[in-house]
């Protein structure tokens, strides 16, 4: 009768720590020292749900925000946006040029899986224009 007590209070200790420890998973900004983010939700994307936030207040609006599916910054300098594919050990893949703005498409290992953009698989992009830069993963979605 007690082990069947210890089993069973054991067992919905388990099965509290496997709904707590997915939601404290992920809950650090993926790019640092940005003027601004952006977050995406729900789909991997143009269609997906934009939630724009300040600096100050980027970690604790992405912690509300559910089912994140990727996530941009911007910089004042384009060094800052270079800085974190290097951080993550991107690799370039391609650029093109449009409207004023370079684009750099790369692959990290130590991102999620990405988009397929020309038969490449894409998990970081940087755009950079005249006055500033912007970095996402897996791609900037909503324009910059």
Do not use: W
């Amino acid at each position: 009768m007690f082990a069947k007590r210890i089993a069973g209070l054991i067992c919905a200790l388990l099965c509290m720590a496997a709904l707590i420890v997915p939601q404290l998973e992920d809950r650090t900004l993926l790019f640092e020292g940005a003027l601004s983010y952006t977050f995406y939700s729900l789909r991997q994307n143009s269609n997906a749900q934009i939630t724009v936030s300040d600096a100050e207040h980027a970690l604790s609006v992405r912690c509300g925000i559910q089912n994140i599916t990727g996530e941009s910054a911007v910089y004042a300098d384009a060094a800052d946006a270079f800085f974190q594919a290097e951080k993550y050990g991107a690799e370039l893949l391609f650029t093109e040029k449009a409207a004023g703005v370079t684009n750099y498409y790369y692959r990290s290992a130590r991102l999620p899986d990405g988009v397929a953009l020309f038969g490449k698989q894409v998990n970081l992009h940087i755009a950079v224009r005249e006055g500033g830069a912007c970095v996402g993963s897996p791609l900037i979605f909503g324009g910059f």
